[in-house]
Every structure is written in C-alpha cells, then in structure tokens.
C-alpha cells in the first residue's frame, strides 16, 4: 500500500545519497519546488546521458483576438464556444473574444507577460491599432514550447519522438483523427517543429529546428482526457547523430522513489525563487526533481487511475518532458502539474509551486515503438 506525501513545512523533502553522481560528490537534493539548470546540480550520470534524447516541441498556434468596447457582446460570443481555424501552410489560428474592460485588467497583472496565450493578445497594442469596435487583431506565434523525448530510430520514418496528445493536438485534429490510433498511420504534421540541440544538452543557442514532422500515432481525445496523454512524432534521420534514444521502462515506479524530469519550463516569477535556491524559469533545458508519492492532497478526481503522481515542479512548457528513474530510464512523461483547486488556474503555477506533478506512464508508447 502506498503512502501519503511526507514534506516538511517549507513543502521540500530532501534526498541524500552520494552513489552514482556524476562528480562522485555527495548531494542534498532538493525534492519539490524548483526548476534547476543541468549545470547547477549533481545527476545520476545515466539521468544526465538521458539529457541527450531531450527535444522541444512548438506547437504553430496564433489567437485571432476580436476586442469589444461591450462585455456582454464579448460574452455572448464566447458562449457559441471557441473556433480555430487551420492554416493550409501549417499552423492554427484560434478565435477569442473578449472586451476592453477585461482585457486591461488581466493585461496589467505581472503574470500577463510570462503566460502564453496572454501575453500575446496582451502585446497586440491594440489601443493604437484599433479605431473602433469590434476590432479584431491577430497576435504573433505562441511563445515557448512543449517538450518531447527521442524513444527510437526507424529505416522507414527516421527519429521517432514522444510527445503528449495535447501538445500535437493541432495535427490530429487537423487529420480528424481524435478517435486515435490503432497502430502506424504516418501523416504530414504542419502545425508543429521540432527542435534539437545540435551542440549538447543545455548549450544557448545550439538548437536546430525541423517543420520536417510526421505525425505516426496517436492516444484517442478520450484516451487523453482520462490520463493516457501521448502521441509519436518522427523526424527526418539526419538529426540522429545528434540524439540518443532514451531507454524506456513500462514497470510501475513504486512510493518514495526518486524522479527526474527534463523539459523546458517557459517562465516563471516566483518570489520563491532565489530563496529556494534555483533561478525562475527561462525558456531552456530545466532538471526538476520529486518523490513519487500515492493520491493527491487537493483533489482526487483531477487524477486519472493511470497517472503517476510526484513532487517535481511542472509549468508551461514541461508537458512531455520525460520522467527518468535512478537507472536513467524514461518510466513517463509529465502530463500536467495539479494546484489546489478554489486559487485559481489563471498563474498555470507560473507564480507558485504547486505540490504534485501527473505522469503519464510511457507503457502505450511501447507498441508503437516496437512496431
């Protein structure tokens, strides 16, 4: 039987071992809170080779945002629901409304210009653009980025990534093919690209980008709403040589072990930050770390039975980072990080640490892969 989450007041545990680092030093980790630069802290030397199978994944999403002077004109159109549009050269355009009176107030909090989606229509300068109303204005590409992990070379289709359903959802729904896959179905991905450091795990400016994207499977709309959060991507082989495959492990990780997670945190403003002994969240390759820990101290039904539940940080920008165990092996990858509900979900935990992260097990990719 699994036990609850043990924290102490701070909401930090702590692991100490000095077996298998990479310097042989030992080391306090901090378990919780907290988004660490490769650099700055010890790794296993297998979690720290598995770096290498790391990629980002850019979803192509602009908000074509039409702007009222009347809030309840704003309101009845979003009642209809929210539209998207797909661009025939690749990338979506989603329709959103809303009137001047909200747009100023969410546009003058600090957390506008570090979450995606607000920042953009909060940086369209609308003011000045628009001379009356409705005016619909759209905004430049969503910034940031998803992540994905290299599980595996084929002849046929060349570097094949995992990514989560949400983060190649704009390719799947363009291919009406929420229903999922029963197996291989390799079609163009338009809406998304693939970067790869070209020059070592953590290295400014060393990443090399692809629109080369096939999409080769993916969960079903349903699968992803109940926890089963995945989709395989490939790329074209010349970007093998620099990758490797990480190696994968379907078994269930158990209570108290420790994890490791690599992707790219968009930003954050946590006043937390420098306390805890980490910089906020810049856009690039960030270690967190957590003890995998049983239930969810906020709310049960936000958890799909599947779902690996851990105290390694997660925000904008770590949805498919993979989750390595102590061996280096990918057991998952990070499918949401879970506040307490009643606080609100506008921050996306930007400004707070929010306890517990949701892992997606890597155990359905395992067939595709093999196939």
């Known amino acids: 039987m699994l036990a609850e989450i043990h924290c102490d007041q ?30 700055t802290i010890n790794l296993p030397k297998k979690v ?27 309101k009845g159109r979003r009642s209809a629901g929210r539209s998207k549009e797909f661009l025939p050269e690749g990338g979506v355009i989603w329709n959103s409304h809303i009137d001047t009176a909200t747009l100023n107030k969410l546009c003058e909090i600090p957390i506008a210009q570090v979450q995606p989606g607000l920042r953009e229509v909060c940086t369209l300068d609308w003011r000045e653009k628009c001379s009356g109303f409705p005016c619909t204005l759209t905004t430049e590409s969503l910034a940031g980025s998803g992540t994905g992990v290299v599980v595996g070379m084929s002849e046929q289709y060349g570097v094949l990534v995992a ?3 949400h983060v190649a959802r704009e390719s799947i729904e363009r291919h009406e093919r929420t229903e999922g896959t029963g197996k291989i179905k390799p079609v163009p991905a338009p809406d998304i690209t693939v970067g790869i450091d070209t020059t070592g795990p953590n290295q400014a400016g060393g990443y090399t980008y692809t629109e080369e994207v096939t999409l080769l ?3 079903s709309e349903k699968s992803w ?10 790329i074209p082989e010349a970007y093998a040589p620099y990758v490797k495959p990480a190696i994968l492990n379907s078994k269930r990780v158990s209570v108290d072990d420790t994890l490791w997670a690599a992707g790219f945190p968009y930003k954050t ?14 856009n690039e390759l960030r270690i967190s ?18 779902d690996i539940v851990n105290t390694m940080d997660a925000v904008n920008g770590n949805s498919g980072s993979p989750v390595f165990n102590r061996k280096g092996e990918v057991i998952g990858m990070v499918r949401n990080g879970h506040c307490p509900k009643g606080k609100g979900e506008i921050n996306l935990r930007i400004a707070r640490y929010c306890g517990v992260t949701l892992i997606t097990p890597i155990e359905p990719l395992i067939r595709f892969i093999k196939e």
């Open 289 to 306: 770390v957590g003890r995998t820990v049983t239930g969810d101290p906020y709310s049960e039904k936000a958890i799909a039975p599947t």
């Open 217 to 219: 499977a993916n969960a």
């Open 48 to 74: 720290r080779r598995g770096l290498h199978s790391v990629v980002r994944v850019i979803p192509e999403i602009k908000f074509r945002a039409h702007i009222y002077a009347d809030s309840e004109k704003a």
């Open 269 to 282: 403003i946590r006043k937390s930050a420098h306390k805890k002994g980490y910089e906020n969240a810049s």
């Open 10 to 39: 701070s909401g930090i545990s702590t692991y100490h071992n000095q077996e298998d680092y990479s310097n042989g030093d030992s080391l306090t980790t901090p378990l919780g809170e907290g988004f660490y630069s490769p650099g």
């Open 225 to 234: 709403q109940n926890g089963q959060d995945w989709a395989l991507l490939a």
């Open 163 to 165: 990514t989560p359903y």
